[in-house]
């Protein structure tokens, strides 16, 4: 049975910066992309940044050069660090896992990101 354990949420100041982590488990399939998805209030789930297992990445334009992904490949996991955190920034994270073509498709539980003065 396939795992995601996210990490690293909270509460912080605009400006701030927060690190999320995700670790996978319990898939028997090849992981090709790790990626980290965001739900406001009121707002549709929109993709943040995505990596995939040879390191290419993509980013939201709100987040270019302020958010930046890694994965630990033989490890499974993948990371979000966020960087001069916006008000904007506010949504529970979601981790998301994907074989190459999509057969497999895997949702962490959500990790709650406040940025808040």
């Known amino acids: 049975q396939v795992q995601l354990v996210e990490s690293g949420g909270g509460l912080v100041q605009p400006g701030g910066s927060l690190r999320l982590s995700c670790a996978a488990s319990?898939?028997?399939?090849?992981?090709?992309?790790m990626g980290w998805y965001r739900q406001a209030p009121g707002k549709e789930r929109e993709l943040v940044a995505v990596?995939?297992?040879?390191?290419?990445?993509n980013y939201v334009e709100a987040v270019k050069g302020r958010f930046a992904i890694s994965r630990e490949n033989v490890e499974n996991t993948v990371y979000l660090q966020m960087n001069s955190l916006k008000t904007e920034d506010t949504a529970v994270y979601y981790c998301?896992?994907?074989?190459?073509?999509?057969?497999?498709?895997?949702w962490g539980q959500g990790t709650q990101v406040t940025v808040s003065s």
């Open positions: 319990g898939s028997d399939f090849v992981i090709y992309t």
């Open positions: 990596i995939t297992s040879g390191g290419s990445t």
């Open positions: 998301n896992i994907r074989s190459k073509f999509g057969a497999y498709n895997y």
